[in-house]
């Protein structure tokens, strides 16, 4: 299997928009929270799928 990459988003971000995904692929993401105490738990999986073809203008993902 793949080796999960890592996006790291400033505290302070509202969302970000995921770059460089595959057309007609599936994927997966969880959130951590990192502070400095440590991580926090690793959120639910989120599932989700490109559609097939050419890149679909879409929203940044927003964790809220």
């Known amino acids: 299997?793949?080796?999960p990459e890592v996006l790291t988003v400033a505290g302070e971000a509202?969302?970000?928009a995921l770059g460089g995904l595959q057309p007609w692929s599936?994927?997966?993401l969880q959130v951590l929270v990192f502070n400095g105490r440590g991580a926090g738990p690793p959120s639910a999986e989120i599932r989700f799928h490109t559609p097939e073809?050419?890149?679909t203008p879409?929203?940044?993902w927003d964790p809220r």
């Open 1 to 3: 299997p793949p080796q």
């Open 14 to 16: 509202s969302g970000v």
């Open 26 to 28: 599936r994927y997966r």
């Open 53 to 55: 073809g050419g890149e």
């Open 58 to 60: 879409g929203h940044p």
